[in-house]
């Protein structure tokens, strides 16, 4: 009897684990760092729609804004273990964990955003190769914001001359980190969520990051004057847990990519669209907007001589010089 108890509660147990918590049969929670007036969360409430709409609704995707579940780093990691299931992050950000996904981030490698999503597109199926070994994950399509811009609250960036001495904040990884080093500084890596009160408190300078960031954080309360650097496009993937995508049966699978490659497309346009309001915007709203300095030339050549010494940064030197390959075939 006892025995026969013990059996059917392990099998109730079973049962209410296996039963769905909800109508959908599984649930993907996705997180991202920006608040919910960025590009970066309208591509995400697109993509919500497009995954419940190709999967009959037997995906719910719950959307967490502002880094709720934690930095975009910590997020990553939890993906690896399939404890969060997707993320839509800065590419800079993913480097650390998976440098493939860094010659996304090479600088200079793109003149115009057409160029960036061409070169994105064509990357996604070889990286898919590669970031599941490397960070437990797969990406979907990548989002793009369009070339990150430097901001500061000091004076007007016109030349690395003026660039020199100022406190500048980058993401954590080393190719932002090298890039501005080899403008004479020495950036300060910081976690996304921890810049806007470092830039209030003046623990930092300044930060680079799109036009429409620059509206969606307010940064024009803390900051006056920006400079087009065009040294990076903003691009970031939305990640898929690999551990949650290989759970899925294949048809719910095609769902995601499907979902994931429409969202991007989405979102770019919604980005073309705000980067031009957000610059006029911010004009109204005082910031000084300088264009890019007129020394561009010496930021490149010394940005663009570092190439082969990122090499072991993101993925190695085969990988750099077949990803580059796939790069220039697809912007040709
Ligand atoms: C960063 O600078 O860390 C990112 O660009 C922030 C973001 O994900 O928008």
């Known amino acids: 009897m006892k025995q026969l108890m013990k059996t059917l509660a392990t099998a109730a147990l079973a049962v209410s684990v296996a039963l769905p918590m909800a109508a959908a049969d599984y649930t993907m929670r996705l997180s991202h760092g920006d608040n919910e007036n960025n590009p970066t969360h309208k591509g995400a409430l697109k993509f919500e729609e497009l995954v419940e709409k ?63 999503h061409a070169a994105m597109d064509a990357l996604t199926g070889p990286l898919n190769e590669r970031l599941p070994k490397e960070a437990g994950v797969r990406a979907l399509g990548f989002f793009e914001k369009g070339f990150r811009v430097l ?11 003026d660039l020199q001495g100022l406190k500048i904040r980058v993401s954590k990884n080393n190719i932002a980190i090298e890039t501005f080093k080899s403008w004479g500084l020495d950036p300060i890596p910081m976690a996304w969520s921890e810049v806007f009160p470092a830039l209030q408190q003046g623990v930092i300078d300044g930060q ?35 551990r949650f995508y290989q759970g899925l049966p294949e048809d719910l699978q095609e769902a995601l990519d499907k979902a994931g490659r429409e969202a991007a497309d989405y979102e770019r346009a919604v980005s073309a669209e705000e980067t031009e309001a957000a610059k006029k915007e911010l004009v109204e709203l005082g910031m000084v907007l300088t264009g890019a300095p007129v020394d561009e030339e010496k930021w490149q050549s010394a940005a663009k001589a570092l190439w082969p010494q990122f090499a072991p940064d993101i993925g190695g030197a085969e990988w750099l010089e077949e990803a580059t390959q796939i790069m220039n075939d697809a912007i040709a």
Do not use: C
């Open 151 to 161: 901001t500061n609250g000091e004076r007007e960036v016109n030349s690395l001359e």
């Open 54 to 116: 190709y999967s009959d609704g037997r995906i719910d995707v719950q959307i967490f804004p502002s880094n709720q579940l934690g930095s975009e780093q910590e997020v990553a990691q939890a993906l690896r273990m399939g404890s969060i299931e997707s993320e839509i992050l800065y590419t800079g950000n993913l480097v650390p964990l998976a440098p493939s996904v860094g010659v996304m981030m090479l600088p200079y490698a793109f003149t115009s955003n057409e160029e960036a």
């Open 208 to 242: 680079e990051n799109p036009y429409t960031t620059a509206i969606s954080s307010k940064f024009y309360e803390v900051q006056k004057y920006i400079t087009e650097v065009h040294y990076l496009i903003w691009s970031g993937p939305i990640i898929v847990s690999e």
